[in-house]
């Protein structure tokens, strides 16, 4: 028996554009299924131990990175392309023997291979005798431009690492182990920009100046990009009046920051009663990509984390809205087009409240507190609002350390 490892040496999440490197350990475990028995087993057939003890032969394997694209066929109609990729993915699936003897990473899942790598060989013709293992180290680049991981209601991109094995004449068996892409628009123009003025330096001056890395360097667009502070406000206005202001201090966050923002309901016209606030996802279909036999919307709103308060008679406060390291960060690709916003729904009453505006009502210079008792039905309506929001990707590291996405998988056949 053959026991087959892929591990990660990384966390499980990468950008678009790095160097993902993994191990794969081959070990023959006939000699570890052998060793079970503690205690002379007499009975144990003769053969069996005697080709426990034989070295075992495979005779290739392969590795290999690819993207399934899944949709909802109700909502959404996948384009048809001629591509050498979908006709051999046809030819095999045609061919019953075919697709049990051939190296294909997509084998037996829904949806189509929308990128792929070049496979890489391994090793053929390989034999562990029992106990002994071989490692291997596998290294591959998912493109600048390839679409981010991502689970919508319509569609679906997930990245896997596929590692392909077969005994001489026998089917082959696949591994794979999932893989979380984050995406940095302009990351690749500016690498390449980088890499022209390394090309353009002078050969004989010595250049002290440590290599960058592609993560540091994403990282440090990351930290450019979301440390702009540029306050800005919004009147909340309905149609009988002012309600209040809203400050949201900068415009583009990192997945697992905070969203904050304060309100400021001194100078409003109307009482607002109650607000709520949600983090919420836009998933767009373009027009050419919608099933034409269904009338759905052609937008899906997905939420995430909400928070809301009680404001009657609050002059100013404030909200906090995090972002998951779940959430996926803004793109577009040609199926969907993906954006961010902050839904708002304010409770405001109709009418002005019995019994003053204020609880407080200083009669005295003394009086520092007061009591009030509030009417028992309010006539109220609601109205909403919603604010685009820029959310970006953020440092895979910190996403790896609390991502559920496992950094090894085994089998044994």
Not at 35 to 47: A, F, K, L, M, R
């Amino acid at each position: 028996m053959i026991e087959v490892k892929v591990r990660l040496l990384r966390g499980s999440v990468f950008f678009a554009g790095e160097c993902i490197e993994c191990e794969i350990i081959f070990t023959n475990v006939a000699d570890g299924k052998k060793e079970t028995c503690s205690h002379p087993c007499n009975h144990v057939n003769n053969d069996f131990s005697n080709g426990s003890n034989e070295t075992d032969r495979l005779a290739w394997a392969s590795a290999q990175i690819h993207c399934q694209c899944t949709v909802n066929e109700s909502r959404v109609v996948l384009p048809t392309t001629n591509s050498r990729m979908d006709r051999t993915l046809n030819q095999i699936s045609s061919d019953a023997n075919a697709s049990c003897t051939s190296f294909v990473p997509s084998r037996g899942e829904q949806g189509r291979c929308l990128l792929s790598t070049q496979p890489k060989i391994l090793f053929c013709d390989l034999e562990l005798a029992p106990g002994e293992s071989r490692n291997y180290f596998y290294s591959d680049t998912i493109p600048f431009d390839g679409v981010p991981s991502y689970k919508g209601h319509t569609v679906k991109y997930s990245y896997k690492i596929t590692v392909g094995t077969s005994r001489v004449q026998g089917h082959s068996k696949l591994l794979k182990l999932p893989v979380r892409i984050l995406s940095l628009q302009g990351l690749g123009r500016i690498e390449q920009f980088l890499c022209k003025q390394e090309n353009s330096h002078n050969p004989f001056l010595d250049d002290s100046n440590p290599e960058t890395s592609l993560l540091d360097l994403a990282v440090d667009i990351l930290t450019i990009v979301t440390s702009k502070r540029n306050s800005h406000v919004y009147n909340i206005v309905s149609g009988r009046g002012s309600i209040g202001k809203f400050c949201l201090f900068k415009s583009a966050y990192r997945i697992g920051e905070e969203i904050v923002g304060s309100f400021d309901f001194s100078e409003s016209l109307i009482l607002c009663l109650k607000f709520s606030v949600v983090l919420q996802s836009e998933e767009h279909i373009p027009e050419n990509s919608r099933n034409p036999s269904k009338q759905s919307s052609d937008v899906t709103y997905s939420s995430f984390t909400s928070v809301q308060e009680n404001c009657l008679h609050t002059k100013k406060t404030h909200l906090v809205l995090p972002i998951p390291y779940t959430a996926c960060p803004e793109f577009v690709s040609d199926l969907v087009c993906l954006k961010w916003r902050l839904h708002f729904e304010f409770t405001i009453a109709l009418s002005p409240l019995p019994g003053g505006d204020s609880p407080v009502q200083q009669t005295t210079p003394f009086t520092d507190n007061a009591s009030w008792q509030g009417p028992s039905d309010i006539q109220a309506e609601t109205m909403s609002w919603d604010l685009p929001v820029k959310i970006i990707a953020t440092n895979p590291l910190h996403a790896s350390s609390i991502s559920m996405h496992r950094t090894s998988s085994t089998m044994v056949f």
